[in-house]
């Protein structure tokens, strides 16, 4: 009956850890469970290369062994676009007049991280470990390259729709804003459109992506060799420190790869496309702080078509800036605004004109900045 009594023990125990086990309670290798899985060590024979791409992640918990895993499977593509970055350089970089202009920018990074992003849309959790010795668990993320191709080569097709619709729009319309416009979606578009092709290639075991009818570098040079012969911007300044706030707004500009000139009344203010007019005040300010001036600033800025004399976008801008003297204070606040000219404004201009963003058609002074000029200061 002893006898009896121990073995039905031990087989309630082999039962009791069966059950443990099948409820996926940790410590299942030590006791006799699961083993190291293969594909730790980076061994996957279920998930042969020819069909899945892996990628194996480990942490404290499941959650960021499982993160690990998805970000091994990202790098593998992110590694891909780095490389191909060189190629997309003509887009970020143009010349104008043997200066380096750089365009607002796409950034390598920004097109990584959207491309690489649908990517992981085909990423699934293939396989799960916990190691009871080192008490760290493994994850191991898988792609199927034939879904995962399908998914890309989609995305791939539908952007050479796009791309082909705005360099039609853009060879064919006689409105030189619109042109400008469709040939920079047309080259965003192909900049996202090689990443994907890039991902294509690490997907298709083959290596092989999707040839495109347009590179890159000839979209770019095409928009900036536009920009420099038909769309020129003249700026008119008035009001307080016309001259440094002026070199400070055609710097800008010319970095985003425009044709800029001054308001002289020569031929080639006459011919340029659109007028960047500016009105800009500096005041002194009371402000009950006995160790500092302040000086408050403010700038109006409206686009406007030349030929109609419409105004197609406008900004505001101001502040104020604090010195131990007056003067002080309003050579800081200068500063500030010829800073900010250079930098935001004249990348607003050109998000505008690129059609990346829609600048209202009037702009609010900034508060207690009244619109009437005062007699400019130099």
């Known amino acids: 009956m002893r006898g009896g009594r121990g073995l039905s023990f031990r087989n309630g125990l082999r039962h009791l850890l069966c059950l443990w086990c099948v409820l996926g309670v940790s410590g299942c ?15 996957a024979s279920s998930y042969p290369p020819s069909q899945y791409l892996t990628g194996v992640g480990q942490g404290e918990n499941r ?25 997309w350089e003509a ?14 920018r796409l950034t390598i990074d920004h097109v990584t991280k959207v491309s690489t992003d649908k990517v992981l849309e085909n990423v699934s959790i293939g396989d ?16 199927n390259r034939s879904q995962a191709e399908a998914s890309v080569t989609e995305k791939v097709v539908r952007l050479d729709r796009e791309i082909e619709a705005d360099v039609a729009e853009a060879r064919q319309t006689t409105d030189k804003l619109a042109k400008v416009r469709a040939l920079r979606r047309a080259g965003r578009s192909l900049v996202l459109r090689e990443a994907y092709n890039t991902d294509l290639r690490v997907i298709r075991a083959s290596g092989q992506g999707v040839s495109s009818g347009y590179r890159v570098g000839e979209l770019s040079g095409e928009l900036a060799q536009f920009l420099s012969s ?12 016309a001259e440094p706030i002026q070199r400070a707004l055609a710097e800008g500009l010319v970095r985003e790869g425009f044709l800029v000139t001054a308001d002289s009344g020569g031929g080639d203010a ?13 005041m002194p300010i009371e402000v009950q702080d006995p160790n500092f001036k302040y000086v408050r600033w403010c700038s109006d800025v409206e686009i406007v078509e030349r030929a109609t004399q419409r105004v197609v976008g406008a ?38 004109i690129f059609g990346e963003v829609t600048l209202p058609a009037t702009a609010a002074m900034p508060a207690g900045c ?6 400019g200061k130099r």
């Open 315 to 352: 900004i505001a801008r101001g502040g104020k800036e604090g010195h131990v003297t007056e003067r002080e204070a309003t050579a800081k606040a200068l500063r500030v605004i010829q800073q900010e000219f250079s930098l935001d404004v004249a990348q607003a201009i050109a998000a505008h």
């Open 91 to 104: 887009y970020f970089l143009i010349e104008n007049h043997a200066v380096a202009s750089a365009e607002r």
């Open 128 to 143: 799960a470990w916990y190691d009871v010795q080192t008490r760290l668990h493994y994850a191991l993320a898988v792609v």
């Open 63 to 87: 959650g960021l062994a499982e993160n690990q895993a998805y970000a091994a499977v990202a790098r593998i593509f992110k590694a891909e676009v780095a490389a191909q970055a060189k190629d």
């Open 29 to 43: 290798a030590w006791l006799g469970g699961k083993d190291k899985p293969e594909w730790v060590d980076g061994r």
């Open 370 to 375: 009244p619109r009437e000029a005062s007699a």
């Open 270 to 282: 006459e011919s340029s496309e659109l007028l960047v007019r500016v009105m800009t005040r500096l």
């Open 230 to 241: 038909n769309l020129g911007i003249v700026i008119q300044i008035s009001g307080d420190h």
